[in-house]
């Protein structure tokens, strides 16, 4: 099996020793490949079915949830709400 040194080979060494003898580059960077974005099309129905179910959810959930239940979810949230404020101030 070949092992690849790690220095440039004579050509690539001639070309580095020309573009700093003459300042520039003769080599044009090569430009990265840009895909034509695809359009987002999104099914009606399923759209429908989405929002339909996310009105509903949060109403059912706090329905069952108990008042205790609620408040410590409440203050779960507004602990780890502090917590990033704090991590951010210092």
């Known amino acids: ?3 690849r040194s790690s220095n440039p080979d004579v050509a690539q060494n001639a070309l580095r020793v020309v573009e700093q003898a003459i300042g520039a580059s003769l080599v044009e960077p090569k430009k990265p490949i840009q895909f034509p974005a695809k359009p987002k099309k999104k099914n009606p129905a399923a759209v429908a079915l989405g929002k339909l179910g ?3 959810g949060g109403n059912a959930r706090a329905k069952k949830l108990t008042q205790e239940e609620r408040t410590a979810i409440a203050q ?3 602990q780890a709400r502090w917590a990033k404020a704090e ?3 210092s």
């Open 1 to 3: 099996m070949h092992v």
């Open 54 to 56: 996310g009105r509903k």
């Open 76 to 78: 779960r949230a507004a």
């Open 87 to 89: 991590e951010k101030n």
